[in-house]
């Protein structure tokens, strides 16, 4: 705004200046063509002062520009503002007529600034409790997840040398209720033949019972219960042989099968997971 009325008031000075010189050499050709000995006319030099004074009163109001001696307002070569910045002085005229000035921390506006910071600082903090809220719900498990994630199984329905499968977090679970020759022919197993060696005690909380899971640690096949050369699983993808305890001892196989977590809640309550 103030250069754009920096440049209209320097176009009406140059118009001003051009109209200026031409009324002077119309004078001195008036005094010449009619007589020599008369003195000029004084009516140019009382039109250019009362034009000055007339625009300096208008650019008061619009410009930033440091009043300095030699330099008026609006007729220089550089934009007031940057007049400004060049020459710093504190004699700088505002435009009180359109804008309402306040003097720095007035206590009338104090409650309010004081109001609007706290109210939008309580927003932010209130947005910014809501998103993290929101993240960690959705990094937690749903229900059905949490659901999925335990299991309880009656052992009371399953006889003697029978393996049960189950289904749990979308795997199978073998549950196999072992007879004391099975117990046995486990424990009587070479270690030092064992691809994965571990020993039988390891991999059972009680010797009755054996919980794995039914996933062959190969390619991922579901083996066959009650099958094999040894007794306990047989995998007919590629050949697997797993012995009673789920160990491996045949094929391409190259680790036994896992055993999850699980616990006996009663003497016929299992808990996996």
Same mark, same amino acid.
């Given at each position: 705004?103030?250069?754009?009325?920096?440049?209209?008031?320097?176009?009406?000075?140059?118009?001003?200046?051009?109209?200026?010189?031409?009324?002077?050499?119309?004078?001195?050709?008036?005094?010449?063509?009619?007589?020599?000995?008369?003195?000029?006319?004084?009516?140019?030099?009382?039109?250019?002062?009362?034009?000055?004074?007339?625009?300096?009163?208008?650019? *008061?109001? !619009?410009?930033?520009? @440091? $009043?300095?001696? =030699?330099?008026? /307002?609006?007729?220089?070569?550089?934009?007031?503002? %940057?007049?400004?910045?060049?020459?710093?002085?504190?004699?700088?005229?505002?435009?009180?007529?359109?804008?309402?000035?306040?003097?720095?921390?007035?206590?009338?506006? *104090?409650? !309010?600034?004081?109001? @609007? $910071?706290?109210? =939008?600082?309580? /927003?932010?903090?209130?947005?910014?409790?809501?998103? %993290?809220?929101?993240?960690?719900?959705?990094?937690?498990?749903?229900?059905?997840?949490?659901?999925?994630?335990?299991?309880?199984?009656?052992?009371?329905?399953?006889?003697?040398?029978?393996?049960?499968? @189950?289904?749990?977090? =979308?795997?199978? /679970?073998?549950?196999?209720?072992?007879?004391?020759?099975?117990?046995?022919?486990?424990?009587?197993?070479?270690?030092?033949?064992?691809?994965?060696?571990?020993?039988?005690?390891?991999?059972?909380?009680?010797?009755?019972?054996?919980?794995?899971?039914?996933?062959?640690?190969?390619? =991922?096949?579901?083996?066959?219960?009650?099958?094999?050369?040894?007794?306990?699983?047989?995998?007919?993808?590629?050949?697997?042989?797993?012995?009673?305890?789920?160990?491996?001892?045949?094929?391409?196989?190259?680790?036994?099968?896992?055993?999850?977590?699980?616990?006996?809640?009663?003497?016929?309550?299992?808990?996996?997971?």
């Amino acid at each position: 705004m103030l250069r754009v009325a920096g440049r209209r008031l320097f176009s009406l000075s140059q118009r001003s200046s051009t109209a200026t010189s031409l009324a002077v050499s119309r004078d001195h050709t008036f005094s010449d063509g009619g007589n020599s000995s008369s003195s000029p006319r004084s009516a140019p030099s009382s039109d250019l002062s009362h034009f000055n004074s007339y625009h300096r009163s208008l650019i *008061r109001g !619009f410009s930033s520009q @440091v $009043l300095t001696q =030699g330099n008026e /307002v609006g007729f220089g070569s550089e934009p007031a503002t %940057v007049e400004a910045v060049k020459t710093p002085n504190s004699k700088i005229v505002y435009d009180d007529h359109n804008h309402e000035r306040y003097p720095p921390g007035d206590p009338s506006k *104090r409650a !309010f600034a004081y109001f @609007v $910071l706290s109210g =939008g600082r309580f /927003v932010y903090a209130s947005v910014l409790r809501l998103l %993290v809220l929101k993240l960690i719900v959705s990094m937690s498990a749903s229900k059905d997840v949490l659901a999925l994630a335990s299991l309880e199984v009656d052992l009371g329905s399953i006889e003697p040398g029978t393996t049960v499968t @189950v289904k749990w977090r =979308g795997k199978p /679970v073998f549950i196999r209720r072992r007879t004391e020759d099975d117990i046995k022919l486990a424990n009587s197993v070479d270690l030092g033949s064992l691809r994965d060696p571990q020993e039988d005690s390891v991999r059972v909380k009680n010797p009755e019972w054996l919980v794995v899971v039914g996933v062959c640690t190969h390619l =991922g096949c579901i083996p066959l219960p009650n099958a094999g050369d040894y007794g306990g699983w047989f995998c007919p993808c590629h050949g697997s042989h797993y012995d009673i305890s789920g160990r491996i001892r045949k094929g391409p196989a190259p680790y036994n099968l896992e055993v999850p977590t699980y616990s006996f809640l009663e003497e016929n309550k299992l808990l996996i997971g």
